[in-house]
């Protein structure tokens, strides 16, 4: 239950294209949702993050689109740029809780071409 | 803007020996974490620390593994007797009071051979 589910486990799009990348939990009781972006070599940086009283957040070219009825968030990544190549983690966690740790899902690595 | 640094960057150590990775968190975070990353795989929780003692741990984290503060601005992570399953990226990271965001420092990649 403290699992986070990601997929896909890799991605290739097109300059200009839209990244699309999903999640699941079980939990109920997790209420923060962040995702993170990884450069080969580096580490985890937050790059949008949602709670579960809003559908949708947008920053720029990234876009959450939360539905917490089915318990699902996806990260969208508008026209996407080849300097956006990178492994993508989404994560869950519970404020308030002893530690707000991060559960990470599995990953996507997206390549874009250009 | 203030970063998490974690030294060393790479180590290699033999099989049975002692690794110390160090971590300074952001100055005005209280709450610190360690991460590991076996190549190719997801970023897993080790243990959480906050007011001077371990607040979360997984089951990853056994006996082999302790966190230390030893002044006010340091975080380490011991393995006591490395063994070649812990070769992984070692991810510190730290948290404010407030707010949710945990900041990640760029780890620290262990290779026990």
């Known amino acids: 239950q403290q699992q986070v589910k990601q997929s896909p486990q890799s991605l290739i799009v097109q300059k200009g294209g839209i990244s699309i990348i999903n999640c699941a939990y079980e939990?109920?009781?997790?209420?923060?949702f962040p995702w993170y972006q990884q450069f080969p070599g580096k580490g985890p940086a937050l790059l949008i993050a949602?709670?579960?009283?809003?559908s949708e957040k947008k920053e720029g070219r990234f876009t959450i689109s939360f539905n917490k009825s089915a318990k699902q968030f996806s990260l969208h990544i508008m026209d996407s740029q080849p300097g956006d190549s990178a492994t993508y983690f989404c994560?869950?966690?519970?404020?308030?809780?002893?530690?707000?740790?991060?559960?990470f899902g599995t990953g996507t690595l997206l390549a874009v071409q250009p | 803007e203030p970063e998490v640094t974690q030294t060393p960057s790479h180590q290699v150590t033999q099989m049975g020996q002692e690794v110390i990775l160090r971590c300074v968190p952001i100055?005005?975070?209280?709450?610190f974490y360690w991460y590991r990353q076996i190549l190719g795989q997801k970023v897993e929780f080790l243990v959480s620390?906050?007011?001077?003692?371990?607040?979360?741990k997984s089951e990853i984290f056994d006996d082999q593994f302790s966190v230390e503060r030893p002044d006010g601005s340091n975080f380490t992570l011991k393995i006591r007797s490395t063994k070649l399953e812990d070769s992984a990226m070692y991810f510190c990271?730290?948290?404010?009071?407030?707010?949710?965001?945990?900041?990640f420092g760029e780890g620290s990649w262990l290779t026990v051979v």
């Open positions: 990271a730290s948290r404010k009071r407030s707010g949710n965001t945990i900041y």
């Open positions: 620390f906050y007011n001077n003692e371990i607040s979360e």
């Open positions: 949602i709670r579960p009283d809003v």
């Open positions: 100055s005005n975070h209280l709450y």
């Open positions: 939990n109920t009781a997790f209420d923060y």
């Open positions: 994560a869950a966690s519970i404020k308030g809780g002893a530690t707000n740790k991060l559960i």
